[in-house]
């Protein structure tokens, strides 16, 4: 059965908002960790305020094009129960999940493929976690502090992880990887 991973950007108070105003740094080793994650992808997840910013702008990029390319013609998947209609541009990549959570994720885990990653979508990912169906979470643990913004966990039962890898890079990020113990 797939997988299903996120990896996110967060500073130190659980900040994962708009990574982008307080990210100091984005070094070799960070690359490195993400571009290792991307040959085990063949779906990528996403939540409806990630697919709003990513779709504007993806099918169209000018720059980063190696991840463009990965983004524009892996298959996706939007959750949300608002939206009527998903689209990519050009790109035939995209579809709406708006039923039952478990039971749509729990169809995806069991096509055959690889894993299917969670890009962004800290409102979803905290959604999977919740409802146990994200199987490994990477933080990207920035030594910042931020002080405001959307935090990860935001409300929801307590859950427990388990460290199964932890990296400090050489600018002082910290790359750990958990798994959700279960039963």
């Known amino acids: 059965m797939r997988k299903v991973t996120s990896g996110l950007f967060i500073s ?9 105003e ?3 740094t984005f070094d070799e080793d960070m690359g490195a960790e ?10 990528i997840l996403l939540g409806r305020k990630t697919y709003q910013e ?17 983004i524009n013609q892996t298959p996706k ?10 689209e990519w541009g ?6 709406l999940l708006q039923g039952d959570l478990a039971k749509e994720i729990g169809n995806l885990k069991a096509q ?10 800290p409102t979803l990912v905290n959604a999977l976690i919740q409802h146990d169906l994200l199987d490994e979470l990477t933080l990207y643990i920035h030594n910042t502090v931020v002080s405001h913004g959307k935090r990860l966990f935001d409300g929801g039962q307590l859950k427990r992880f388990d460290l199964i890898r932890s990296q400090p890079t050489r600018s002082g990020v910290v790359i750990a990887t958990y798994h959700p113990r279960r039963g």
Not at 77 to 86: E, G, P
Not at 90 to 95: E, G, K, L, N, S
């Open 90 to 95: 050009p790109f035939d990549t995209v579809h």
């Open 34 to 43: 993400l571009t290792n994650a991307l040959p085990q992808i063949d779906t």
């Open 112 to 121: 055959p493929g690889q894993n299917i990653a969670v890009q962004g979508s």
């Open 54 to 70: 990513w779709a504007s702008y993806w099918p169209t990029a000018t720059t980063d094009l190696d991840y463009a390319r990965l």
């Open 77 to 86: 998947y939007v959750v949300s129960h608002t939206l009527q209609h998903v």
């Open 12 to 20: 130190m108070d659980g900040v994962v908002e708009n990574p982008a």
């Open 22 to 24: 307080w990210q100091e």
